[in-house]
């Protein structure tokens, strides 16, 4: 199994632009889960689907924020536009189920936004 | 709400000796709990979960953890460590209950560990 797979791992755009962060979880896993990391904040979840469907969003810092999961294997985290405090390391990961097996993370993508 | 606290932010250790990371958790009943490490540039690994049973847990590369209720903690050992294992350590909670699919992983703040040679 290839893991959790983001692309791309390293972004690096003008404060303004659109930014779109991509994600393929474990296949037959049924959780999806965008966490991002900030020395400040930590590990913060942003969003989280089930079997293709947003379940909680409330971890979505503001409208700019968008998410979405169009089918099983492909979920996409869209910022627009951009900020410099967006400025992160943003997880993607999956679970086969919703709790007691841990999560499997990908690698991240490094968003800098000047 | 669950909430996860690491009291340290940073440990240095000597190459060969013993290691312990402190983690306290806030959960209403008996809760999952996962460690996990991130060494620089990449992402979280697991290392460790604890569901029910027995309260000391083994996992990858030589750690351990254990559980214990009436401190609400759930420390993370090694014995003897190496200079690889150089990175930052993760606490998660997340709610056991049977009905807790979907359940949100919630992580403590971390502990960077140096190990000297």
């Known amino acids: 199994d290839a893991g959790v797979i983001q692309s791309p791992r390293h972004e690096v755009t003008e404060m303004g632009q659109e930014v779109t962060l991509r994600c393929k979880p474990i296949?037959?896993?049924?959780?999806l889960f965008w966490y991002r990391q900030t020395m400040m904040r930590g590990l913060e979840l942003l969003i989280y689907?089930?079997?293709?469907?947003?379940?909680?969003d409330s971890g979505m810092p503001e409208d700019r924020f968008s998410a979405k999961m169009p089918n099983a294997s492909f979920s996409t985290l869209k910022i627009q536009p951009s900020e410099p405090r967006d400025s992160a390391v943003y997880f993607c990961?999956?679970?086969?189920?919703?709790?007691?097996?841990?999560?499997?993370f990908g690698s991240g993508t490094r968003l800098t936004v000047v | 709400a669950q909430s996860v606290t690491q009291p340290d932010i940073h440990i240095t250790v000597s190459e060969g000796a013993s290691l312990e990371l402190r983690c306290n958790y806030s959960?209403?009943?008996?809760?999952?709990l996962f460690w996990y490490v991130q060494s620089p540039g990449q992402g979280l690994q697991l290392l460790l979960k604890?569901?029910?049973?027995?309260?000391l847990v083994q996992g990858i590369k030589g750690f351990e953890a254990e559980f214990k209720r009436s401190q609400s903690s759930f420390n993370l050992r090694k014995p003897s460590v190496h200079w690889s294992d150089a990175a930052e350590y993760f606490c998660?909670?997340?709610?056991?209950?049977?009905?807790?699919?979907?359940?949100?992983?919630?992580f403590g703040g971390g502990t960077r560990v140096l190990v000297k040679p």
């Open positions: 990961a999956s679970t086969p189920r919703g709790s007691g097996y841990g999560y499997t």
């Open positions: 296949s037959g896993h049924d959780y």
């Open positions: 689907f089930n079997n293709n469907v947003p379940i909680d």
């Open positions: 959960y209403g009943a008996t809760p999952y």
């Open positions: 604890y569901f029910s049973g027995d309260t």
């Open positions: 998660a909670v997340q709610g056991g209950t049977i009905k807790a699919a979907g359940n949100k992983l919630t």
